[in-house]
């Protein structure tokens, strides 16, 4: 890549990541602690290196490396020229986790629906667009921004809780009582710093639960989270010793996938300042585990 002038001082990986938009910016800063980042003709591994006026950076990589991600089809609930709200699959993840892989994401498959308005303030890590997250192992409704303006719009009603998330899960054991609220905060686990757990000195996190089938083995609830914490309605169920099937972290009876589902979203959209609700249905196995 050809050599550039640095107008004014600011980290090095903020500049790399200036210079190839499409990098996250834990990317940018893998390649400078790779020695694939010059300053002055110079390797420099900080990441967090001042850069200062005349400075000249290089960077060995080549952005045709991104176009070997996979392109991927995902089931489309509704799209405008603001959002676009999908079916998420199970085992897709939402965006890669800073490092650059080749693994096609919902991040990945946006990228080619994005407004071109981005350009003129481009994405500055892996996540352009994403508006919340759900985990690999979940399927369900997801709404994604294309433009950054409804990014803004549609991120504050999550951080305002100004949405309505409506999940299915399939549990383990029979529930009781048949519908209750589960109010207890969240932590992450120190002995397991992958997951979290209901603790004392977590954040306030709250479920609603209703029974809506159930047998001798498993219950089908409807869950409907007040907070948006992570993992939430993953540790309230294994807190209640009802782990959600499937549920590898939270000791879920091993199946064939998690039993957990975004079956509905309402929320404004920016055209038209329009309240929605869009709806995934449910897959038919998570009735057959009850049936």
Known sequence: MPNLDISRAQRLDQKVVELLPKLSRAFAAKLVEEGRVTVNSVPQTK???????????AVDYDVSELEQIPDID???????????????????LSHSKGVFNPEATVATWLRRRLNPVWEDSPPTDNRAGIVHRLDRATSGVMICAKTPQA???????FATRNVHKTYMAVVSGHVDPAEAIIDMPIERNPKAPATFRVGPQGKHAKTAYKTVASNDKYTLLELKPETGRTHQLRVHLEHFHHPIVGDRLYDGEPADRLYLHAESLE????????????TAPVPPEFREMVG
Do not use: M, S
């Open 47 to 57: 990441a967090g290196y001042k850069l200062r006026e005349g400075d000249e950076v």
């Open 74 to 92: 995902l089931p489309i609930l509704y799209e405008d020229a603001d959002c676009v709200v999908i079916n998420k699959p199970v085992g897709v």
């Open 151 to 157: 990014l803004h719009w549609l991120q504050k009603q």
């Open 267 to 278: 929320i404004t959209i920016l055209e038209g300042h329009e309240r929605k609700v869009f």
